[in-house]
């Protein structure tokens, strides 16, 4: 892996003995390059929602339903170091239903500084769900070392919810209804003491985030890829007023894959 953006010293080969494709990185180096921002002056965090998402050079965040076929070793490292440094992990229903997504797991590389951060031996999963339409039988919620969130509006069905709460999983309330507001995810999650956040998608909750204006942070993996197809973008649903401009903050590349880090302007 090699730094395209910002230049540094680690841009060149004398940090890449492996040459033009330079060495691979360490959990660690990849853990600073995408630290969360720090605490304010007075000791407190902000909370600081995070997305990660990859796309083919055409825009498809998919290719027959799921995001693996379109990744790469490295994109899966990095992948793991971004749910390493998280508090809470936001997911939609159905990327839950059609990823077979499984609870995060404990990293013994990175258990003394989750400790020395106060936060958990693993990143808490927070399902976004106006349904509860979920199989609570998935080692998702039978097998955390966290109790699994269900984030769903005051309106849910009391039958799922009790089936949530049975299965072990915390509902929380983020909206009026059955919506979720993106919004008062964000608040929940931060009073629960989850300040550092990262979202996985899929499409429909990254688009959701946006156009809420609750987004700060994109890691955007862009595969050499050409899917074509009808597949979704990395962002869904309805549009923003203006489009919403951000910063490059960082470029990494291995195997022409780009990993790129865009933070609110």
Known sequence: ????????????ETAAPGGVDGREWSPAELAAAYAYPEPGPGGGREPWLRGNMVSTLDGAAQHEGRSQPISCPADMRIFGVLRALADVVLVGAETVRQEGYRPARAREGFAAARE????????????VTAGLDLDFSLPLFTGPLLPTLILTG????????AAAEKAGA?????GEGT????????????DLGHTRLLTEGGPRLLGQMVAAGVLDELCLTVAPMLTAGDAQRIAGGPSV?????FTLKSMLEED???FTRYQRA
Do not use: C, E, K, S
């Not at 020395?116 to 693993?122: I, L, T, V, Y």
């Open 256 to 258: 022409g894959f780009l």
């Open 116 to 127: 020395a951060a106060g936060q958990g031996p693993a990143a808490v999963i927070a399902v």
């Open 241 to 245: 007023t203006l489009p919403l401009r």
């Open 154 to 161: 005051a309106g849910a069905a009391p039958d799922r919810v």
């Open 170 to 174: 915390r509902v929380v309330v983020a």
């Open 1 to 12: 892996m090699r730094r395209l953006f910002p230049v540094t010293d680690v841009t060149d």
């Open 179 to 190: 919506a979720v507001d993106p919004a008062r995810a964000v608040r929940a999650l931060a």
